[in-house]
């Protein structure tokens, strides 16, 4: 059975530079939510996609935005790159109806310079 | 808001126990418990939900208290395989129950030597 998948494993680019991030999430999970997770600091929720739609948001710019497939897949895409989104972005895939148990991704290693 | 956890490090012996604890202001919907080792993701221990429904693996227990917005992680006998960052999430309540978003507090560093 399959887990949650991400790629890249890791990425740098450079300031003002636009990235996409993906996730498959694991197999019959249809919820994929992101989070940024910075060094020492707990996972910050970016926000969640079901049926293709952004359901919910955190505090967030408008520069974070997301897309989710009709597989359940989902990408993450930040444009105008800041040095402060430097972070580990994970990817957790959860199923509605159940309780809201999160599997994670390994996450995504992204560096801006 | 973002839960507050404490101790923010504990050091424990093989074999010792360990109490982690979440605080909110907030009226919780559910406690969501992960533990995360250096450079892995966050791993799936516990979910606590309002009512007292709960789910988790077998050696981890927790407590809801629903009054006072707190929730424990109970660690008994640890073992050197629970070394890691201890992480509570909190949803809030919304209008049809949850509210979907997980918000995470800054972890507690747990270390158990032999």
């Known amino acids: 059975d399959a887990g949650v998948t991400q790629s890249p494993t890791h990425l740098i680019k450079t300031r003002g530079q636009q990235v996409t991030l993906r996730c498959s999430p694991k197999s019959g999970h249809d919820t994929v939510s992101w989070y940024q997770q910075a060094l020492g600091q707990g996972p910050q929720f970016i926000f969640q996609y079901y049926e293709e739609e952004e359901r919910q948001r955190g505090n967030f710019p408008d520069r974070f935005s997301g897309h989710q497939f009709p597989n359940y897949s989902s990408e993450l895409n930040v444009n105008a790159l800041l040095l402060g989104d430097s972070a580990l972005y994970l990817c957790?895939?959860?199923?509605?109806?159940?309780?809201?148990?999160?599997?994670f991704g390994p996450g995504t290693r992204l560096t801006v310079t | 808001q973002q839960p507050v956890q404490s101790p923010q490090a504990v050091i424990l012996r093989e074999g010792e126990d360990a109490v982690i604890n979440c605080s909110s202001s907030?009226?919780?919907?559910?406690v969501h418990w992960y533990r995360q080792k250096h450079g892995e993701a966050p791993v799936f221990l516990m979910i606590l939900l309002k009512g007292g429904e709960q789910k988790g693996h077998e050696k981890i227990s927790a407590s809801f208290n629903e009054k006072k917005q707190q929730s424990s992680l109970y660690l008994t006998a640890s073992q050197l395989s629970y070394s890691g960052t201890y992480f509570c999430g909190t949803e809030i309540r919304g209008s049809g129950g949850s509210n979907y978003k997980l918000t995470f507090g800054k972890g507690t560093l747990l270390t158990v030597n032999p």
């Open positions: 957790a895939s959860s199923l509605v109806g159940a309780l809201y148990e999160q599997y």
């Open positions: 907030k009226a919780l919907y559910s």
